[in-house]
């Protein structure tokens, strides 16, 4: 095998679903880059014997989909400090000495995206209220307090799960019950949908949103459907929306860079490549 020509892949149970392979194969094209990038399902009691075995066959890094992203973690020699506080690795880095450098670009993917979405908005202006404490909102609220915003509302339908992360976040979270937070949107400045209700397939969000305002930043991550009923009935009332592709989008640019060498810009083709 030509060790010259990096190869990369994404690692998880249904990969075959996944859009990774189709972006960064558009990117390779489009700066007329060597590499492959492929999808490999693994299962959870081979998933430490595969990441070893990787490095000799010549990928440089994977990225880890659902549900390896804890274990990933777990089996990494490096973490960066992102990916700690996360508690999940989706971006792993084969270095050279046979270590296995973890890092997690969520929290980055969302930002960027919020930031390319709605470049002129104040962040800090008021308070956040994030849906759903599972592992997308761990990177969320990490990136939401790292943007500056005051105070995050954190609801969870199980309300345990979202207290775990009020331990781990601290004093600007406030945890408030599932059947009460559309009571928290009247006084919030940013509304993030960090579960998959909503999502094409599964059960809609059923949170009563009469309290949205307009002006209020509007994001879901969820992006099948593209507008999910929250955000079409944000942009009714007239908030300002950000649809959840682009996430995805900016979560794959640090590891294409580093395992590619080029850092890859994400622009409307590439959107629409991923929406085809």
Known sequence: MNASIPLAAVLGTSTEVSKSPRLFQYWMREYGL????????VEKARLEQTLRTLPELGFVGVNVTVPHKELALEIADIVTDRAAIIGAANT????????????????YGFTQNLVQGAPDFDFTAGPAVVLGAGGASRAVIAALL???????????????????????????????????????????NVVVNTTSLGMKGKTPLRVPLDGLRPGTLVTDIVYTPLETDLLKTARQVGCPTVDGVGMLLH????GFERWFGHRPEVTEDVRQVILA
């Open 34 to 41: 060597l590499g492959h990038y492929i999808p490999i399902n």
């Open 92 to 107: 792993l880095i084969f270095r050279t000495d046979g270590k296995i450098h973890a890092d997690n670009t969520d929290g």
């Open 146 to 188: 790292e943007m500056g915003v005051p105070k995050i509302f954190l609801s969870n339908r199980t309300r345990h799960r979202a207290e775990t992360l009020r331990t781990v976040f601290g004093a600007r979270i406030e945890v408030v019950e599932w059947v009460t937070v559309g009571n928290f949107l009247e006084q919030s």
């Open 251 to 254: 979560q794959a640019v640090p």
